[in-house]
């Protein structure tokens, strides 16, 4: 087909750390961005593209860091404007936005890099060393969102770690599959060793052969959590066709952008009536499947946000993949490596490499985004060939798919547990009332807590007394 000059394209994906970036240990965020950064336009062929690059976007990492945009930029030579994505906006935004400005005519090239150095900072700290300050600055165009990460109820009843609300969800997926607790620990286990498989694979991958059975006893152990202590980094370099034939980009770099959704809707976990579904990302794939006439189970590579297996297990039921099967390419999060907000570009390099590699007429790979609490998700879809872009915000359709219900932290009655897990340091519980709201809390009933790791609580009776309750 004849392409539009302002088509938008990928042309460079990299993927580093220290090691392979041939750094000197400690490495800075700052260091393995600028060395992803150069990598990146190494693998378009075109290392001079990088002074074409008019906007240089960087999510907010570990430690906060006023503009890393603007020290990438100006190492590399990018007469560009640089953006910080905060905490909060999907990894996929920067992206998406770059798309949507490179088509318009508003920007010719763009780079979109993450890095985190938690590993290093971490061991010059247990040495009594100062790990070294981050150069201050003030990004051109600070990125931010309003959506609600956790509701009030949740706050107040100190459920504020991501392995407290993943647990929960797993646990309602679990009885609305009619799995016991130790069922799910074993579909659970099997796939976390086939991610382990893959990630076997991976030269990059910082955490193979760590975990052992014993340590995925139970939902949620250290093996089941994405791991930040690593020193990784990610670049994507993207423009627009004629800038890609002007900087002598080969042509068999180039991948396309298929299907770029984003999805404006952001709900907190309590206040979504079924907590064992996302309707969002369902939305999202539906969506792109109707745009590419392929369902995503036919789609050749997918890499799903993997923070935590009830994120990968929700996504395989909405997405219509077969739960028995293995939708990661890098190995994901716990054994990859999960950097604290900029692991979809390791796996967008990863899908990248298996979409340029594979012998399929019309290749389609997808990375799926997860920010929060499956509170805000994103889909992109990339192919080797070109093709029309879908480039929308599917937020009133995940909207209408998605009922909600009241939520409070106090209540004085019965109630019908909804989702429950138990932590070393306390046992929460969500549970409906008869009203139709939902109740956030904890437990000091040591019965209720067994209850959770043998039989399962969701579904059973409860008596609410303010911000705690019992068994009834």
Same mark, same amino acid.
């Given at each position: 087909?004849?392409?539009?000059p302002r088509t938008p394209v990928l042309v460079g994906?990299?993927?580093? =750390?220290?090691? %392979?970036?041939?750094?000197?240990?400690?490495?800075?965020?700052?260091?393995?961005?600028?060395?992803?950064?150069? !990598?990146?336009?190494?693998?378009?062929?075109?290392?001079?593209?990088?002074?074409?690059?008019?906007?240089?976007?960087?999510?907010?990492? %570990?430690?906060?860091?006023? =503009?890393?945009?603007?020290?990438?930029?100006?190492?590399?030579?990018?007469?560009?404007?640089?953006?910080?994505?905060?905490?909060?906006?999907?990894?996929?935004?920067?992206?998406?936005?770059?798309?949507?400005?490179?088509?318009?005519?508003?920007?010719? !090239?763009?780079?979109?890099?993450?890095?985190?150095?938690?590993?290093?900072?971490?061991?010059?700290?247990?040495?009594?060393?100062?790990?070294?300050?981050?150069?201050?600055?003030?990004?051109?165009?600070?990125?931010?969102?309003?959506?609600?990460?956790?509701?009030?109820?949740?706050?107040?009843?100190?459920?504020?770690?991501?392995?407290?609300?993943?647990?929960?969800?797993?646990?309602?997926?679990?009885?609305?599959?009619?799995?016991?607790?130790?069922?799910?620990?074993?579909?659970?286990?099997?796939?976390?060793?086939?991610?382990?498989?893959?990630?076997?694979?991976?030269?990059?991958?910082?955490?193979?052969?760590?975990?052992?059975?014993?340590?995925l006893a139970h939902p949620y152990a250290k093996w089941?959590?994405?791991?930040?202590?690593?020193?990784?980094? !990610?670049?994507?370099?993207?423009?627009?066709?004629?800038?890609?034939?002007?900087?002598?980009?080969?042509? =068999?770099?180039?991948?396309?952008?298929?299907?770029?959704?984003?999805?404006?809707?952001?709900?907190?976990?309590?206040?979504?009536?079924?907590?064992?579904?996302?309707?969002?990302?369902?939305?999202?794939?539906?969506?792109?499947?109707?745009?590419?006439?392929?369902?995503?189970?036919?789609?050749?590579?997918?890499?799903?946000?993997?923070?935590?297996?009830?994120?990968?297990?929700?996504?395989?039921?909405?997405?219509?993949?077969?739960?028995?099967?293995?939708p990661t390419v890098t190995g994901g999060m716990a054994?990859?490596?999960?950097?604290?907000?900029?692991?979809?570009?390791?796996?967008?390099?990863?899908?990248?490499?298996?979409?340029?590699?594979?012998?399929?007429?019309?290749?389609?790979?997808?990375?799926?985004?997860?920010?929060?609490?499956?509170?805000?998700?994103?889909?992109?879809?990339?192919?080797?060939?070109?093709?029309?872009?879908?480039?929308?915000?599917?937020?009133?359709?995940?909207?209408?798919?998605?009922?909600?219900?009241?939520?409070?932290?106090?209540?004085?009655?019965?109630?019908?547990?909804?989702?429950?897990?138990?932590?070393?340091?306390?046992?929460?519980?969500?549970? =409906?009332?008869?009203?139709?709201?939902?109740?956030?809390?904890?437990?000091?009933?040591?019965?209720?807590?067994?209850?959770?790791?043998?039989?399962?609580?969701?579904?059973?009776?409860?008596?609410?007394?303010?911000?705690?309750?019992?068994?009834?």
């Amino acid at each position: 087909m004849a392409l539009d000059p302002r088509t938008p394209v990928l042309v460079g994906v990299a993927a580093v =750390d220290a090691a %392979s970036a041939g750094l000197a240990d400690p490495v800075t965020p700052e260091q393995l961005m600028v060395a992803a950064a150069r !990598a990146a336009a190494d693998d378009a062929g075109a290392p001079d593209l990088l002074r074409r690059v008019g906007w240089v976007a960087v999510p907010e990492g %570990s430690e906060p860091v006023d =503009d890393p945009g603007r020290t990438v930029a100006d190492v590399v030579g990018a007469p560009a404007r640089t953006a910080l994505v905060h905490v909060g906006v999907t990894q996929h935004a920067p992206v998406h936005l770059a798309l949507e400005r490179i088509r318009a005519g508003q920007l010719d !090239a763009a780079l979109v890099v993450g890095g985190e150095t938690r590993a290093s900072r971490s061991r010059v700290r247990r040495a009594g060393g100062e790990f070294p300050l981050p150069p201050t600055g003030t990004p051109d165009e600070p990125l931010r969102t309003d959506a609600e990460l956790m509701a009030q109820p949740e706050i107040d009843a100190g459920m504020w770690a991501a392995v407290e609300h993943y647990a929960c969800i797993e646990a309602a997926l679990s009885h609305a599959e009619g799995r016991t607790p130790a069922q799910t620990v074993a579909e659970v286990d099997a796939l976390w060793s086939r991610f382990e498989d893959v990630a076997r694979t991976n030269p990059l991958a910082a955490f193979v052969g760590n975990r052992n059975d014993d340590q995925l006893a139970h939902p949620y152990a250290k093996w089941h959590s994405t791991q930040w202590n690593v020193d990784q980094a !990610a670049a994507v370099l993207l423009c627009s066709v004629e800038t890609a034939r002007a900087a002598g980009v080969p042509e =068999d770099r180039w991948v396309f952008p298929r299907a770029s959704l984003s999805c404006s809707l952001g709900l907190s976990l309590s206040r979504r009536a079924e907590l064992h579904r996302w309707p969002t990302m369902q939305v999202l794939g539906q969506t792109a499947a109707a745009h590419l006439g392929r369902l995503p189970s036919d789609w050749d590579a997918v890499d799903l946000y993997s923070c935590f297996p009830a994120a990968v297990r929700v996504q395989q039921r909405e997405l219509g993949l077969d739960p028995g099967g293995t939708p990661t390419v890098t190995g994901g999060m716990a054994f990859a490596g999960g950097p604290f907000n900029n692991y979809t570009y390791l796996s967008t390099a990863a899908v990248v490499g298996a979409l340029r590699s594979s012998a399929a007429d019309d290749p389609l790979g997808a990375v799926t985004t997860v920010s929060g609490l499956l509170t805000r998700g994103a889909l992109a879809v990339w192919s080797t060939r070109p093709g029309d872009l879908l480039h929308d915000d599917v937020g009133p359709a995940a909207q209408a798919a998605t009922p909600t219900v009241p939520v409070t932290g106090e209540h004085r009655g019965q109630a019908t547990v909804a989702t429950a897990t138990v932590t070393p340091f306390r046992t929460y519980v969500l549970a =409906d009332l008869a009203d139709g709201t939902r109740w956030v809390g904890t437990s000091e009933d040591a019965a209720l807590a067994g209850r959770v790791t043998t039989t399962g609580l969701v579904g059973a009776p409860v008596v609410v007394d303010g911000n705690l309750c019992s068994l009834a």
